[in-house]
Each structure stands twice: as structure tokens, then as C-alpha cells.
Nanobody, 122 residues
Framework: QVQLVESGGGLVQAGGSLRLSCAAS????????MGWFRQAPGKEREFVAA????????YYADSVKGRFTISRDNAKNTVYLQMNSLKPEDTAVYYC???????????????WGQGTQVTVSS
């Protein structure tokens, strides 16, 4: 089991930036990707971005392409999400996920953090 702790969320104005961090501990599966998902009130959790842990491949939801960047520091077992040009519709609880896999066209995470709130004001 992998333990994940997110940090870096907060309140930001539209057009601003935030950098989320996710520290992983415990059992890890380096062959699987790590990623970020988000969930707004009353909405389903949706995929945001993923990155291969051993490699450097990245994947993004269409809604965040060109604005968000996922990266990782394997020495620190940490994954980051740099969020630029934030929009009110980005407001959600952001969850870090480990052991992320793509099933067909859907992303699924195996282990989850507690989440960090991101609120973008308009």
C-alpha cells in the first residue's frame, strides 16, 4: 500500500498559479504511473494528469492541456502539478493517485491521498 500526502492547495484568483505536491511513502510500483484527479462538489472524480514513474511520459486531460504540467522527483518520491492560468472551473479537491493505469480510454488510480482544496475565484 502506498501512502500519499498532498499539499499546496489554496485560494487563487483566476489567471493565477498554484503548485501542488504529493509525497509518496510505503510500497511503490515504479512501473505504474502517478497522477492527479479532481472532484468538484456534486461531480464525479475526473482525471487531470498522469506521469510514468520510471519514464518521462505525461498525459493530460483536454481541459488542462497547455496550462498544467505534471512532473516528478523520484529521489524524493514526490510528484508535482504546476497549475497556471487557473480558471474558476478548476475549483475542486485535487487528489494524488499512485499506481495509475489506463484502461481503454479511462484512467484509474489504485491508491489515493486525502486531497487538497483548490479554489479559483472569478
Amino acid at each position: 500500500q502506498v501512502q500519499l500526502v498532498e499539499s499546496g492547495g489554496g485560494l487563487v484568483q483566476a489567471g493565477g498559479s498554484l503548485r501542488l505536491s504529493c509525497a509518496a511513502s510505503g510500497r511503490t510500483f515504479s512501473s505504474y504511473a502517478m497522477g492527479w484527479f479532481r472532484q468538484a462538489p456534486g461531480k464525479e472524480r475526473e482525471f487531470v494528469a498522469a506521469i510514468s514513474w520510471s519514464g518521462g511520459s505525461t498525459y493530460y486531460a483536454d481541459s488542462v492541456k497547455g496550462r498544467f504540467t505534471i512532473s516528478r522527483d523520484n529521489a524524493k518520491n514526490t510528484v508535482y502539478l504546476q497549475m497556471n492560468s487557473l480558471k474558476p472551473e478548476d475549483t475542486a479537491v485535487y487528489y494524488c493517485a499512485a499506481n495509475v493505469l489506463l484502461y481503454g480510454s479511462s484512467w484509474q488510480g489504485g491508491s489515493w491521498g486525502q486531497g487538497t482544496q483548490v479554489t479559483v475565484s472569478s
